[in-house]
């Protein structure tokens, strides 16, 4: 059996080891400091690399509730613990593994999660676990090992541009007291205008209350959804107030309509200082990168990290 094949069938630590040891995989720096990373790239990557339609894999980003049975699943205490240079402990571990593989003839992915435990000499074991998803294509001898928010690994010459779609947080502080919501609607049409043009007016998009809850005098919740087709922004908040306190508040705003995987929420709360946020996002790089330069050039934000 060649090395790929070994790798792929290699059920225990110490056969994955010997396998990865001939695979001759090279490390991919991807992302860099302020990107990771995701499981929906890994399904974007599967999709193009193998050439099915990408709902046929949409699956590799579910959640551990929401995943497919295993199609291998064992556990138990061995003498080395590794996965694909993710792991290496060359100790007593009890570890679990689950492997969920798709195949269609010489080709496929397989999910695969790690966990792991060992001694290292508290009362409590140590431990760690890791997710990664191998794609594979064995008539042709390459394939490559995505080791979600951490590295790539390639076997053989691999494209990996379809591996674009990363994620990152941004934390900014804003010279608002307090903010308002056309405020909040005004500044995720700049941003969310980066990623598609359209968004650049939904400032004006018509809304609705979806959502309204009273809580007495102290707690109010609202959401407002704003659209324009396929399109919309939905805006969660949450507002306290306390006796003698100051009423303070918090603000979800996201944007609908992007395509599968993509992620623009904007985080707000104010308190006697101003309004801090952050920013999550996943997205392909160079549309990560041009919603980061236009929070830096919005009057009144400062970014922190």
């Known amino acids: 059996m060649n090395a790929l094949g070994a790798w792929l069938d290699a059920r225990d630590g110490a056969a994955v080891a010997?396998?990865?040891?001939?695979?001759?995989?090279?490390?991919?720096?991807?992302?860099?400091?302020?990107?990771?990373?995701?499981?929906h790239a890994a399904a974007h990557f599967a999709a193009a690399f193998l050439g099915w339609p990408l709902e046929r894999v949409m699956w590799l980003a579910a959640s551990e509730e929401e995943l497919p049975p295993p199609t291998f699943a064992t556990r138990g205490t061995v003498a080395r613990c590794f996965l694909d240079q993710a792991v290496d402990r060359s100790e007593e571990c009890f570890e679990t593994w689950k492997?969920?593989?798709?195949?269609?003839?010489?080709?496929?992915?397989?999910?695969?999660?790690?966990?792991?435990?060992?001694?290292?000499?508290?009362?409590?074991?140590?431990?760690?676990?890791?997710?990664?998803?191998?794609?594979?294509?064995?008539?042709?001898?390459?394939?490559?090992?995505?080791?979600?928010?951490?590295d790539v690994w390639t076997i053989g010459d691999v494209d990996l541009a379809a591996l674009d779609l990363f994620a990152g947080e941004v934390h900014f502080r804003i010279a608002w007291k307090p903010y308002?919501?056309?405020?909040?609607?005004?500044?995720?049409?700049q941003l969310a205008a980066e990623l598609d043009a359209h968004y650049d007016v939904s400032a004006t998009w018509p809304g609705t209350v979806t959502e309204h809850e009273v809580e007495g005098t102290a707690v109010r919740w609202y959401t407002w959804r704003f659209s324009s087709g396929e399109r919309a922004i939905e805006i969660v908040e949450h507002r306290y107030r306390d006796d003698g306190v100051p009423e303070t508040g918090s603000i979800r705003?996201?944007?609908?309509?992007?395509?599968?995987?993509?992620?623009?929420?904007?985080?707000?709360?104010?308190?006697?200082?101003?309004?801090?946020?952050?920013?999550?996002?996943?997205?392909?790089?160079?549309?990560?990168?041009?919603?980061?330069?236009?929070?830096?050039?919005?009057?009144?934000?400062?970014?922190?990290?």
């Open 18 to 39: 010997q396998a990865w040891a001939r695979l001759g995989a090279k490390r991919v720096e991807l992302g860099g400091d302020r990107w990771t990373i995701t499981p």
């Open 99 to 150: 492997i969920r593989e798709l195949v269609d003839g010489a080709r496929g992915v397989q999910h695969v999660s790690l966990e792991y435990l060992y001694d290292d000499g508290s009362r409590e074991p140590a431990g760690g676990s890791v997710t990664l998803v191998r794609v594979f294509d064995r008539a042709r001898g390459i394939g490559a090992s995505i080791q979600t928010w951490r």
């Open 180 to 189: 308002e919501l056309d405020g909040v609607r005004g500044f995720l049409a």
């Open 253 to 305: 705003a996201t944007v609908h309509g992007l395509p599968w995987g993509h992620v623009l929420v904007a985080h707000l709360s104010d308190d006697a200082h101003g309004v801090e946020g952050w920013l999550k996002l996943r997205l392909p790089r160079a549309h990560g990168d041009a919603v980061r330069a236009r929070l830096a050039s919005i009057p009144g934000v400062t970014p922190i990290r």
